[in-house]
C-alpha cells in the first residue's frame, strides 16, 4: 500500500500522499488514475461523482 521506489528513498518527504488522496477520493466514491506525461513527469487524473443540477444563476 505504501511503497517508494529506489530512487525516491533519498528524497524528502514519508511517501504518504497519494496514497491518502487515492483512499479520500475512493471514499468519495471516485477515482485516481495515474500516467506518465510525455516529456517526463506524471499526469495525475481524480474523478468525483456528482449530482446532477443546473449551474447557479449569476446575480
Do not use: H, K, N
Request: aromatic share 4%; net charge positive; charged share 15%.
Amino acid at each position: 500500500r505504501f511503497w517508494r521506489s529506489p530512487d525516491a528513498r533519498a528524497l524528502p518527504g514519508s511517501g504518504l500522499g497519494l496514497s491518502i488522496v487515492a483512499r479520500t477520493v475512493q471514499q468519495a466514491g471516485g477515482e485516481v488514475s495515474l500516467r506518465p506525461a510525455q516529456d517526463g513527469g506524471t499526469i495525475a487524473t481524480v474523478r468525483l461523482p456528482g449530482a446532477p443540477a443546473a449551474p447557479p444563476e449569476l446575480p
